[in-house]
């Protein structure tokens, strides 16, 4: 019996008499041997945490695919969502998965870099997607399924007690949003800012800022009070957090893109399921990664079309890009030699990476046209048939087999 099933009876002493009712005498089971399919199975409580809120775009996508994914197994995978980091924060949601608190995660590798050092040096490649929108955002949720499916990026992640389910995409390359307009675009001594992570405070300070540590949730009043300049990130956050409200400079640049959000499952509530059950999990996640790819775009698209109401002035980020573009060429030039322990051939796996970024901007770059900097191409992953094809092979291939 799943052991998580356990973990939700032993509340009382009459949920403890049931199981062992259950234990003895299950349907389609022998007693004390755990279900063989779907059929046979008791019904599934997972736990899910996500560090989103459930009235954003993307928890109502999430929404849709806990409805879809009761629907497909006859209720035999139910989902219970916790939102905004409620049950597990971003620190605690390796550990937290792994140890059961949370049975899904949706979480970000780069708030764990000593327990994923192989999924953190692969996002360090987040210069190499498309300058595009939303080319990027599908390049990278495609190349990211594929190489977090690598042999050592699995054993990293089993490693820690999780199983890999699928790898999203928030945005395509970040970009930035300041209180004050900028004098340089290539001299920015004085201006400080908030990189959500080392990739990005890395680029800010090659633009010669100064990166100051605050929590996103601070972000609105640092902005405010002039604590902080400017905030590297995504228009779903300008959106999400009213970063919009207090900064009205926006540069659309090309800092890296997050390669790093990632759904991931306690390894041991995966292996105590069905196969039939791992298999429909594991498909469902095509859905979840699709729709809160186009929940996101739907989120970019809303800012775009909000800036003249919101008084926003877009820049032309041309000397930015050239000098962040230097930057990036030289740090990801020496980027094999700074692989961790857990990758035996650093070389092969650039390749492979390489491959896959190649592989998948020819996909997106099929049926739509590139758009320039700060503009949409289209509202709609309809629209890339190309890219959806191969990423429900490649998300169903991480199945049961694990």
């Known amino acids: 019996m799943p052991r998580n099933i356990t973990r939700h009876l032993v509340a009382s002493g009459a949920a403890l008499g049931l199981l062992a ?29 996500d560090l989103t809120s459930a009235a ?3 928890g109502k996508s999430v929404q849709e695919w806990i409805s879809s994914l009761d629907e497909q197994t006859g209720g035999k995978l139910v ?11 971003s620190d605690d949601a390796l550990a937290g998965t792994a140890d059961g608190v949370s049975d899904v995660t949706y979480t970000v590798v780069t708030y764990q870099p000593q327990a994923l050092p192989v999924a953190n040096w692969i996002n360090e490649k987040g210069s190499a997607p498309l300058d595009s929108y939303p080319h990027n955002q599908l390049q990278v949720v495609g190349v990211m399924n594929e190489m977090f499916n690598s042999e050592a990026a ?17 945005a395509g390359k970040y970009d930035m949003l300041c209180s004050r307009e900028l004098d340089s675009q290539t001299n920015l001594q004085g201006i400080r800012v908030r990189a959500p992570g ?18 996103q949730g601070e972000t609105y009043e640092a902005l405010q009070r002039g604590v902080i300049d400017c905030q590297i990130g995504a228009p779903f956050m300008y959106n999400d957090y009213g970063l919009n409200e207090v900064a009205k400079e926006y540069y659309p640049a090309s800092f890296s893109a997050n390669m790093g959000l990632v759904v991931l499952m306690d390894l041991d509530t995966w292996k105590d399921l069905p196969t039939e059950a791992q298999d429909a999990l594991q498909t469902s996640m095509t859905d979840y990664t699709v729709n809160r790819t186009q929940a996101d775009i739907q989120a970019q698209q ?20 050239q000098a962040l573009g230097e930057f990036q ?27 896959a970024m190649a592989k998948w901007a020819d996909l997106v770059e099929q049926d739509v046209a590139l758009a320039d ?21 490649v998300i169903g291939s991480n199945g049961a087999s694990s």
């Open 373 to 393: 900097a700060g503009e949409v191409a289209t509202e709609s992953v309809e629209d890339f048939p190309a890219w959806h094809e191969e990423l429900t092979g």
């Open 198 to 215: 080392p990739v990005w405070a890395a680029e800010a300070e090659a633009l010669g800022m100064t990166v100051v540590n605050v929590a």
């Open 302 to 321: 809303e800012f775009f079309d909000r800036r003249e109401e919101l008084g926003i002035t877009t820049h032309d980020v041309t000397e930015m890009n």
């Open 329 to 355: 060429e030289e740090h990801s030039g020496s980027w094999t030699e700074r692989a961790p322990q857990g990758v035996a051939e650093p070389q092969a796996l650039g390749k492979d990476l390489d491959a």
């Open 154 to 170: 699995q054993k990293e992640f089993e490693a820690q007690g999780v199983k890999f389910l699928a790898s999203t995409s928030v």
């Open 56 to 58: 954003s775009p993307a």
């Open 21 to 49: 009712l259950t234990s003895c005498g299950s349907a389609g089971a022998g007693a004390g041997q755990p279900a063989q399919s779907l059929e046979d199975m008791p019904a599934e409580t997972l736990t899910y945490s």
């Open 79 to 89: 989902v219970e969502p916790y939102w905004t980091s409620s049950l597990l924060t």
